[in-house]
């Protein structure tokens, strides 16, 4: 039996309620522009910073996963993360794919999710099916919604709401977390398989 698995960092309650806020803010946007909103959200429980997307696995190698990351987090002790603005994404790309919250690439988060990609893809213990995002700049963000392009084609391009605006708030990282994700008919739950604490020396 395999597992569907991605590395994360989750948010405090106090973020992820300002986020909700923002997605009824622009839900209303796209209601009094357009009529309707192409957007589904993401559930509020399931808001996150995405550091490693591992995909489908083994049960058997989850422990090796475990360890590994364990040491990373024993590497960094607590740090902020600086969240910064909301847009369509990916950037300067029509049409849009998502709506983000992107963060600020600080040192301490990018060396993070390096040490973990390169334990991730250099461990010969693990087999990994995914190579998405591999060798690609890793860009810290929330992702708030996906966007419905059959929905998105039929809007008027003149009537789609704005979309770049502050999201300045900070919050703390103080642990990593593998994630499994289960893809359902209402859409993908996600559920803590492990956490693991940052080093607090």
């Known amino acids: 039996m395999k597992k569907r698995i991605f590395i994360s960092l989750n948010l405090p309650t106090d973020i992820k309620n300002r986020l909700v806020a923002e997605q009824q803010e622009i839900d209303r946007q796209f209601a009094y522009f357009c009529g309707n909103s192409p957007i589904k959200w993401t559930k509020k429980d399931n808001l996150h910073i995405t550091l490693f997307f591992v995909g ?15 040491n990373a987090a024993n590497k960094f002790k607590v740090f902020e993360i600086k969240l910064k603005d909301i847009i369509y994404a990916p950037l300067n790309k029509m049409p849009p794919k998502m709506v983000w919250v992107r963060g600020e690439s600080s040192e301490e988060l990018l060396r993070l999710q390096k040490i973990l990609e390169t334990s991730l893809l250099s461990n010969t213990n693990v087999v990994l099916e995914n190579e998405e995002g591999i060798n690609k700049n ?4 929330i992702t708030l919604g996906r966007i419905a392009q059959w929905q998105w084609s039929r809007l008027d391009p003149e009537e789609i709401p704005a979309l770049n605006k502050d999201f300045l708030y900070n919050f703390n990282v103080d642990s990593i977390k593998v994630m ?14 492990k956490s693991f604490s940052l080093n607090q020396s």
């Open 56 to 70: 489908y696995m083994e049960i058997n190698d989850l422990p090796e996963i475990f360890k590994i990351v364990e």
């Open 138 to 141: 890793f860009t810290p963000h």
């Open 180 to 193: 499994e994700s289960q893809l359902k008919r209402g859409g993908a739950e996600y559920s803590i398989l």
